[in-house]
């Protein structure tokens, strides 16, 4: 099991243009979650999706959209980014009804 | 803010000692979590404590939780060089109905061989 893949490991963009993240597990996690990491800060939650079909809003949302493509995916898109998305990004996932979260290795993007 | 509050930030230690982390929280809770973090990767989720328990044993890693005082920590004994990484807290947000989780800000451990 290859657990929580995410591509691109790191990315540059110049402000404005657009890109998209993507996360896969192979472990037929319900539950998906985005989080965004900066200097100094614990994790901040970005968008998750509780099944395939449905995803919310977390605590940092603005600037960002989502796709539950399918169980196996769940992709984050910056539509158009800004210096303040400079960030290590993280996938999670969670099987139903067990607390534990499994990271992916994280994408770390630089937005110049 | 339900946010957990690791303490100390930063913690450097030698090889053989024990290392003590800190987590305080805010709001009533019905587990927290601690994962770890090595350089450059994601987090591995390390043990999880109810509410109902004061202390949990995995390995070399022990649990407290003070439901009373709010707060947590996180003892590892016997440390190794690669224990080296940062260790963050994790309580449920919202009641923990979705499983979403409110990290802290995590300390930083060293620890030289």
């Known amino acids: 099991n290859a657990g929580v893949t995410q591509t691109p490991k790191f990315q540059v963009l110049k402000t404005g243009q657009s890109m998209t993240l993507q996360c896969a597990q192979d472990?037929?996690?319900?539950?998906m979650y985005w989080y965004r990491q900066d200097p100094g800060m614990g994790l901040r939650l970005i968008y998750y999706?509780?099944?395939?079909?449905?995803?919310d809003k977390g605590e940092v949302p603005n600037g960002y959209n989502v796709s539950r493509l399918n169980k196996r995916e769940f992709s984050l898109r910056l539509e158009s980014a800004a210096p303040s998305q400079t960030s290590v990004y993280f996938c999670?996932?969670?099987?139903?009804?067990?607390?534990?979260?499994?990271f992916g290795p994280g994408t770390r993007l630089t937005v110049l | 803010s339900q946010q957990g509050e690791e303490d100390p930030q930063a913690l450097s230690i030698q090889e053989g000692e024990n290392a003590t982390m800190n987590c305080s929280y805010k709001?009533?809770?019905?587990?927290l979590q601690w994962y770890r973090q090595n350089s450059g990767r994601g987090l591995v989720h390390l043990i999880l404590?109810?509410?109902?328990?004061r202390e949990k044993h995995s390995g070399r890693l022990r649990v407290t939780l003070d439901t009373s005082k709010k707060s947590s920590s996180l003892l590892i004994t016997a440390s190794r060089a690669a224990d080296t990484a940062s260790y963050f807290c994790?309580?449920?947000?919202?009641?923990?109905?979705?499983?979403?989780?409110?990290f802290g800000k995590g300390t930083k451990l060293s620890v030289k061989p």
């Open positions: 999670a996932s969670r099987e139903t009804g067990a607390p534990a979260q499994f």
């Open positions: 472990m037929n996690h319900n539950s």
């Open positions: 999706s509780a099944s395939e079909g449905t995803t």
């Open positions: 709001t009533s809770i019905n587990n």
């Open positions: 404590i109810r509410s109902n328990e």
């Open positions: 994790a309580i449920p947000f919202d009641g923990g109905s979705q499983g979403n989780l409110i």
